[in-house]
């Protein structure tokens, strides 16, 4: 079985506080994924990697930054983090770019920015 | 780029009955559309996809559609149980290849009426 694992599920931080939030697949897949989800928009891709050390912006990367130093943890950082980005976060792996190949999720963090 | 539209947002049915979720989708270029179904407290997984070159596919009580001259496609759900009630969300991609991406509908909050 497929294994996403996020490092937290639930993290309240402070306005202006750097926050990394952890993502880590143990099925050696190429591709990972960090979306954000809120309610009536569905989930909206951050970043993307489809390699170690390769990123790729997705459509709303703005105040998010991502590393992934090592092909089984995709990290996403905030680096100042504001209000307007409380909301799920949702990590997923992906076995590589064919068009088939599933993606797989984690259950989430909901980050809280007071 | 492309955009995923679904309808509706929320849907009540009565166990037993069907359900029926519907996207439209802009890109006349995406080929692969998946279904995703995410329960209470989890991230989402994929229930079903469907192909550009097939117009129906069916998984038990689970079937997809596809109009690729009007651009959409369809969820069904039939003999629908408790255990159905969730959120699910349609998505849209193009191709293959290592940057290839899904655009995700907006949701749709699925409930089964005891």
């Known amino acids: 079985d497929v294994k996403v694992t996020q490092s937290s599920r639930y993290l309240v931080k402070r306005t202006g506080e750097k926050v990394f939030l952890e993502c880590v697949q143990d099925m050696d897949h190429e591709n990972m994924f960090w979306y954000r989800q809120d309610p009536g928009l569905g989930l909206r891709l951050i970043y993307f990697?489809?390699?170690?050390?390769?990123?790729e912006k997705g459509d709303i990367p703005e105040g998010y930054s991502v590393s992934r130093e090592k092909k089984e943890r995709f990290s996403l950082i905030l680096e100042s983090a504001s209000t307007n980005q409380t909301s799920m976060y949702l990590c997923?792996?992906?076995?590589?770019?064919?068009?088939?190949?599933?993606?797989?999720f984690g259950p989430g963090t909901r980050l809280t920015v007071l | 780029g492309e955009n995923v539209e679904q309808h509706p947002s929320t849907l009540s049915v009565q166990e037993g009955d069907s359900a029926v979720i519907k996207c439209t989708y802009s890109?006349?270029?995406?080929?692969?559309f998946p279904w995703y179904k995410q329960e209470l407290g989890k991230g989402p997984q994929l229930i079903i996809d469907i192909r550009s070159n097939v117009g129906e596919k069916k998984d038990q009580r689970i079937a997809v559609t596809l109009n690729k001259t009007a651009k959409h496609f369809s969820l069904h759900i039939t003999e629908t149980q408790p255990e159905d009630s969730a959120v699910y969300f349609c998505a849209a991609s193009r191709g293959g290849g290592a940057t290839n991406k899904l655009i995700f509908g907006t949701g749709t909050l699925l409930a089964v009426q005891p």
């Open positions: 997923a792996s992906r076995p590589s770019g064919r068009m088939e190949d599933t993606q797989y």
């Open positions: 890109d006349s270029a995406s080929n692969y």
């Open positions: 990697s489809y390699d170690v050390k390769m990123k």
